[in-house]
Structure formats: C-alpha cells, structure tokens
C-alpha cells in the first residue's frame, strides 16, 4: 500500500470516528454548532400551564401596578439581594442612598420592604420569574388572569375601599383604590393549587405601602433615575411596561424643598432634582394625584418603545455573562430551576442550618412506666408579622364544595385571537386590541 493510500484510509477513519462521536454526543455537538454561530445563549425549558399558576400564585391577587414592577425586578436578582441588605443598613443608618446602578423598578420596590424581603430570601422563585419574565411573558400573564377568573368566581376577591376589581375585555384588572397608597392582599397562595384546601376572602397587610410613583414615598425612583419611573401591565396586548413616562403636566409645591439651592413655589415634577430634594417639604395637588391613573400612565410609558419589559429581558438575557454559559456550564446562580411545581409548592428547607451535634456522651433517661408521651412541638405555628407570599400552615383541608373552575383562559385567549383572525371582533364587545403574535408566547 502506498503513502497515498495509507493517507486516505487514515482520513476516511477519522471521518467516521468524529462522525460516530458526535452522535454519541448531541450535547457537544451543539455546543460546537453554538461556538461557530457565536451564540451560545440557551432559554430555559418553558413552563407548563400548572407551572406557571403556581409560580404567579403568590402575587396574582396584587394591583395591577405592583405586579408590573415586581415582574420588573425580577430580571435583577443581584440588585434585588443588594437592595434587602441595603434596607437592613438603613434602619441604623437613615443617610444611606440607593446606589445609582441599580434599575428603577428595584428602587421602586425600596418602598415594600417585605415584598423586596420575600424576592431575596426566595431567590429561586426570583429568579425563574425573571426566566419566565423574559421567555413566556405572555403565558405570565395569561396565568394570573387565569387565577383572578377563579379568585373572583369564589368571591376571595372584589372591590372595597382598598382596591378596586373590575372587568375589562375579558380580563380582571385590579388597582388601588387610592392614588396615595397601595394596600397589598393577604392571602395563601397554595389556595390555588392545592386541591383540599379551603378558600377564603383576602385580607390586607395592616401598613398600606405608598404608591410607588407618589414623590412622598421613602425612595421614589426618581432620586436615583434621574427621571420618573413606572410601571403597568397591556392585558389586552398581553406586555409589561416600565420605565420612563412624561410627567410634564404634574407640578409639585417646593417649600424651599431643594438642599442645594433656595426655591419656593411650584415646579414640573419632571424640572426636580431629586438627589437634592428633601421630601417632606414638597407637596402635591391632590387633584393631581389624579394623573397617577394607571391608564394614564400605561399610555404615557408605551411611547416609549424602550420600556417593553419583554425586550428589556431580551437585552439582558443577551448581554448576562451567566446566561450565555454553554449547557451543563451554567453557574450555581442561574442553576436552580429544579422541579418548579413541586419545588415551588414546597416549603423552602433551612439548607443552610447546621445540624445540631448528637450529644452521645449524655447519659440515656430513665424509663418511667406511666409518664405520658410529651406532645409534639408546635414547629409550624406562625411567628411575626405577617410577611407577602407567606405560606400559611397547620389550616383544615377540607374539600370545597364550590368544585373547580375549568382552566380555560388560554384557551379563550387564543379562541378570540382566531375570531378576530378570520374578520371577527372581540367577542362580547369592547374594543379589545389585535393580539400581537410571537408577543411573549412560549418558545418552541
């Protein structure tokens, strides 16, 4: 044979053995293919409907507003955790100041120490929000509409002097009451999904939080921004917004509010230097507060196109060293999507607590013939202040006798979508927006 032939046999060999290795290995495979396309980026697998309405449970029942920058926060765990600590300093420390890096919506949370609390001890659910946030926005949102058809069906929610329920375009909007503060619901959200268990009207949190666009409040975004920051949720186009708005038409009253300079009287709420700015001395109209509407301000922050929470996911996900990780090479942080339906219903293990030494050197007790056995503790009785999403324990599970609301709203999503697809309008009136596609749906 040759030095050509041996040559040729050679190649043909190695041909096939990196042929045979590649099937043997899709994963390699397609972290090659993904190296030469320089896009390594990978989605996490999507979530199942039942997933989902357990993920969104805890806060389906929230004004509208608060689960736009909730949702909004979510695409930032590390600010989130940098902000719980920030809020522990503060109560030694009332000079401290957000840092400027961080995003409106995180500042905007500032003003919900328990709800900023509840996003950082349970970063996993922060953290596959801000996953489904960013790859099924739409099936969030479909799932909490989902959830409130239920709530308001079984009468667990409606409007009162807190919060006003309402319906519109087939779909369940609930906002504040008051343009001055927001009460939050207090309920359990394993009333959702846990088959046995036996639904109850929503409570409040006793302290309403300030509404997060009121100037008055502790840390309102604009100190930090630069400019005002809002948030809202498109139900009929199925989007979060949040961002910057024009508030060109709401002036404040400066009582020589400004810390850097002498000022008094009325100036654009938009003119305010807000690192200067000391807030008990400014004031707002109460008429004006008016324009805090939440149509008003999902209008305002839609003109700008950089708002769209869905491609400011997108742009994260893109630019996120730890996202854009080969699969299997994820680091510990984003690694954490485990069984979201169970891992979700479950209560959070203390992981993190050492176990307790076994004493074996203490000598065994007595035996005593009549003692009675000692009653378990009481481990799950409740401690504290109530706290958002907390898990209510040791409640009876008996079987309501309401039955099941059947599941169907995105099937009627998408049946209304068809509707108006073959020239049809929004069934039942109104004057329900085309639903945009590709618009937040799950990745195939």
Not at 404 to 414: E, I, L, P, Q
Request: hydrophobic share 35%.
């Amino acid at each position: 044979m040759t030095g050509n032939d041996l040559l040729k046999v050679g190649a043909a060999a190695l041909t096939l053995l990196l042929a045979g290795f590649g099937s043997a290995h899709p994963v390699l495979a397609q972290e090659q293919v993904a190296a030469a396309s320089g896009d390594a980026t990978t989605s996490p697998e999507p979530l199942s409907a039942d997933e989902m309405e357990v993920l969104v449970a805890r806060i389906a029942l929230y004004p509208d507003e608060l689960i736009a920058v909730i949702t909004a926060a979510a695409l930032y765990p590390l600010q989130i955790i940098e902000a719980a600590r920030f809020l522990d300093r503060y109560e030694k420390d009332k000079s401290l100041k957000p840092k400027e890096s961080w995003d409106g919506s995180v500042v905007s949370l500032l003003n919900y120490p328990d709800i900023v609390k509840m996003m950082s001890d349970d970063l996993e659910w922060t953290q596959t929000l801000g996953d489904a946030i960013a790859y099924q926005q739409k099936d969030v949102l479909v799932a909490i509409q989902q959830l409130r058809d239920e709530a308001v069906a079984k009468g667990v929610i409606k409007t009162d002097d807190k919060i006003q329920v309402v319906k519109a375009n087939d779909n369940i909007v609930i906002k504040s009451a008051s343009p001055e503060v927001i009460y939050v619901p207090q309920y359990p959200p394993q009333m959702f999904y846990e088959p046995d268990y036996v639904w109850e009207p929503i409570r409040y949190y006793p302290d309403p939080y300030p509404y997060y666009v009121y100037p008055g409040a502790t840390f309102f975004a604009g100190a930090v921004t630069g400019a005002i920051w809002a948030a809202a949720v498109d139900w009929d186009d199925w989007g979060v917004w949040g961002g910057r708005w024009n508030g060109n038409d709401i002036n404040i009253d400066c009582n020589n509010c400004f810390n850097n300079r002498d000022f008094n009287g009325n100036i654009n709420i938009n003119d305010v230097d807000w690192k200067n700015v000391d807030r008990s001395k400014i004031k707002i109209d109460r008429d004006q507060l008016n324009k805090f509407d939440q149509n008003n301000i999902k209008n305002r922050i839609e003109k700008n196109g950089d708002n769209a929470i869905r491609d400011r996911a997108r742009d994260i996900k893109k630019n996120d060293s730890l996202a854009n990780r080969a699969p299997g090479k994820t680091a510990g942080t984003r690694d954490i999507r485990k069984s979201t339906l169970d891992g979700l219903k479950a209560k959070p293990a203390n992981v993190t607590r050492p176990a307790k030494p076994a004493n074996i050197q203490k000598p065994a007790a007595k035996p005593t013939a009549n003692r009675p056995a000692a009653k378990p503790a009481k481990v799950n009785r409740p401690a504290g202040k109530p706290k958002p999403a907390a898990r209510v324990d040791n409640r009876p599970k008996k079987p309501s006798g309401l039955g099941n609301v059947d599941r169907g709203k995105a099937t009627k999503v998408s049946s209304n979508r068809g509707h108006k697809s073959m020239g049809g309008g929004q069934r039942g009136g109104g004057g329900h927006k085309q639903i945009k596609r590709g618009g937040g749906g799950r990745r195939r």
